[in-house]
């Protein structure tokens, strides 16, 4: 299971850096696509997915890399500590960029909104859920270093989902007023199940390594750092708050099953590569070390995922099945979408030009 998990992870590795390449390529030979693209209302939002694609790596090469193999020690730590700053830079750009995009360079309206609006924002909680990780990593090194990375990972995530919050209740009342999308694009009902997972997870993490770090015996020992009982207080916060996440989430996944079931009665949603867009919130495969309950890859959603750490946290039977019932739905929904996908190849329907570069090969 272990090789298993390590063939996969250089697998992801390797598309990664293709995909990459050919992005970088698209965009230094045809140099008009790049603001033609960051004009276009859909497509501009997905560049949030480059970072969010980065710390998948960043967490596995910690969890299993590092903490499974014991790869590279002290300097590894670092070198991915360093990078994990890259990327939650770019992923700043990214989300306070793209929002301004949208507002200076778009044309955009309730009718047309759609929650694709969360891409951008997301990318501040999934740098912090692997900011929780790294810190774990870094104490053993540098505890300060540690809690810079842990504090910084809750200031991100905090506005992320401050921006989320304030997202969603727009979503709603477009879907009051307009219903819900049609098409493929009801596939995105499943986006806010990301941010209220995966900031769940994230917030579970950060109070962990607060708890872990805290209290401080140096430095600013006398202060509220200092105090005995304080990382276990921020630990229970964390907690709290993770669980409160975990119930929006499985409010917002209520309602898109609700309106996928709704919109698949009247009209048969033919498979496209937009199906994709369910894997991030309902499928992320996630690499176990020896610390966990088991060794190897399961995949699972970020709210399985959410799920299945208060299981642990609450030493709860319900949280557990529930999120390894959840956790088996995202394996077959995952193997559905990529099998679809390989089947796509001999008709050549998976290179088919999307609109802005049809308009482009036009011209």
């Not at 994990?84 to 793209?98: E, K, Y």
């Not at 900011?131 to 809690?147: D, E, V």
């Not at 995105?188 to 962990?208: T, W």
């Not at 009247?266 to 992320?284: A, D, E, G, K, Y």
């Amino acid at each position: 299971m272990k090789l298993f998990s390590l063939a996969f992870f250089f697998l992801n590795l390797a598309l990664f850096v293709l995909f990459t390449v050919l992005s970088a390529a698209r965009y230094i030979l045809f140099p008009g696509v790049w603001s033609r693209m960051l004009r276009h209302p859909v497509q501009s939002l997905f560049l949030g997915t480059f970072p969010m694609g980065a710390t998948t790596l960043f967490s596995v090469s910690i969890t299993m890399i590092y903490g499974t193999y014991n790869f590279g020690g002290r300097l590894f730590v670092y070198a991915i500590w360093i990078l994990w700053w890259l990327d939650v830079a770019i992923s700043v750009l990214c989300c306070w960029g793209t929002v301004h995009i949208m507002i200076t360079l778009q044309e955009h309206s309730i009718e047309s909104m759609a929650l694709t609006w969360l891409l951008p924002v997301v990318t501040l909680v999934v740098g912090a859920s692997t900011g929780g990780i790294i810190a774990q990593a870094l104490i053993p090194y540098s505890p300060n270093a540690a809690l810079v990375t842990v504090t910084f990972s809750a200031c991100i995530v905090v506005i992320g989902l401050a921006l989320t919050m304030m997202l969603l209740p727009v979503y709603l009342l477009r879907t009051i007023v307009y219903g819900y999308s049609k098409g493929p694009g009801i596939l995105s009902v499943f986006f806010p199940l990301g941010p209220a997972g995966q900031g769940a997870y994230a917030i579970l993490l950060i109070g962990s390594a607060f708890k872990s770090i805290l209290p401080l015996t140096h430095g600013a020992s006398d202060g509220l750092l200092g105090t005995p009982g304080t990382g276990e207080t921020i630990d229970v916060i964390c907690i709290v708050v993770a669980f409160a996440l975990w119930c929006f989430g499985t409010m917002w996944m209520g309602s898109a099953f609700l309106g996928l079931w709704h919109s698949l009665r009247r009209v048969q949603v033919p498979f496209r590569l937009t199906f994709w867009s369910m894997i991030f919130p309902n499928v992320r495969p996630r690499v176990f070390s020896d610390g966990d309950t088991a060794d190897g890859v399961r995949f699972q959603g970020v709210y399985a995922n959410c799920t299945l750490a208060l299981a642990v946290t609450f030493s709860s039977s319900f949280f557990r099945v529930w999120g390894a019932i959840y956790a088996v739905g995202t394996l077959l929904l995952w193997i559905y979408v990529a099998v679809q996908t390989i089947r796509m190849f001999p008709s050549g329907q998976i290179f088919d030009a999307l609109p802005m570069e049809a308009d482009i090969g036009q011209k």
